[in-house]
């Protein structure tokens, strides 16, 4: 009798085996001629040699199949072992624009004409600065194409980061170490990556370093090669910050910085680094810009009602504000 153990790495054991182990049962019904035996994350397989190794290429199959969908239904199971999927499906025409499968097999894909030219412009260029209100899909959309690049095994980590500036909160009386002080700024990165990773893979890649998440602070001194870096809420991030954080390039890398230049929280008369980048790298090859407006937002629909009232606020006290200087020059002249 041969023994054959094959790890199941990173997989969510009651989406895989199902509840009460019934997706298990299922696979096991096809061989009843083996001793199958599941331990965690461990299959123990024993058998005849010959029954083992067709067992076990239509069992990575299915681990395949989970790994792309992060769901494996029953009707998947069956078609793999009667035989009738000889490998995983290719992606229909609807699917094509498919960034990639989240939880429960939820498809993540480019909603918005901007969304799909940041797609075009990760594929082109290696920095792309994703600029624009709120809502708009610029965070998420770039989490997407770096949990695709991982998956691809295109890039070999994924490193998320944000400036921690106080937005009138002061991050000194927050409870806990510095961790815990730290995540609450840190935690839309969480949420987004929980809708593309089971929670118990993207523990492991976590602590295992695949995945980094960290303020703009703990780049300093990093050189950062085969990774997919996002820099969120860049507007927040001081000219010397983002300096900083943009010479941190290293090889096979792309890096994508996003923000929005009306929300910045930085202390009063402090520059922020994202419009000065704007204004200075425009034209180097190979650095992207997009511009999301109120037209990409996907959030609720009253996020782009707000976000139109402030524009509109802010172009009706530009107007003001120039009727002002041109009233005080007619003064001067009048008083001369």
Request: hydrophobic share 40%; with cysteine; proline share 4%.
């Amino acid at each position: 009798m041969f023994e054959k153990l094959i790890h199941l790495e990173g997989i969510d054991p009651l989406e895989f085996f199902g509840v009460n182990n019934a997706k298990m049962n299922l696979i096991k019904s096809f061989f009843p001629k083996l001793i199958i035996v599941y331990r965690g994350n461990d299959v123990i397989i024993k058998g005849d040699d010959e029954e083992i190794l067709r067992f076990e290429s239509k069992f990575h199959l299915i681990i395949d199949h989970y790994n792309q969908f992060n769901v494996l239904p029953d009707d998947v199971i069956n078609q793999v072992f009667l035989n009738e999927m000889e490998g995983i499906p290719e992606a229909s025409d609807e699917d094509k624009d498919v960034l990639l499968f989240g939880i429960n097999g939820k498809a993540i894909r480019a909603r918005t004409p901007n969304q799909r030219l940041l797609v075009e412009a990760c594929k082109n260029s290696d920095m792309i600065f994703a600029m624009g209100p709120a809502g708009t899909g610029k965070t998420y959309t770039a989490i997407a194409l770096a949990v695709r690049a991982l998956k691809n095994r295109e890039i070999k980590r994924i490193i998320l980061s944000r400036p921690a500036v106080e937005a009138g909160e002061r991050l000194g009386f927050l409870p806990g170490d510095l961790k815990e002080k730290i995540d609450p700024y840190l935690q839309p990165l969480y949420d987004a990556l929980l809708d593309m990773i089971p929670a118990k893979k993207l523990d492991e890649f976590m602590k295992d370093g695949t995945i980094q998440i960290a303020p703009l602070a703990f780049m300093r001194g990093r050189t950062l090669s085969n990774a997919f870096v996002i820099l969120d809420e860049a507007q927040n991030a001081t000219v010397l910050q983002l300096k900083m954080f943009l010479t941190r390039m290293g090889l096979n890398t792309k890096f994508v910085i996003t923000g929005d230049e009306t929300q910045i929280d930085l202390p009063f008369q402090t520059p922020s680094g994202l419009i000065l980048a704007k204004k200075i790298l425009r034209n180097i090859k190979d650095i992207s810009f997009v511009q999301f407006d109120v037209k990409d937002i996907v959030r609720h629909r009253l996020v782009r009602e707000i976000v139109l009232a402030y524009e509109k606020h802010h172009a009706h006290e530009l107007q003001r504000k120039e009727k002002e200087k041109e009233k005080e020059k007619t003064d001067k002249t009048e008083e001369k």
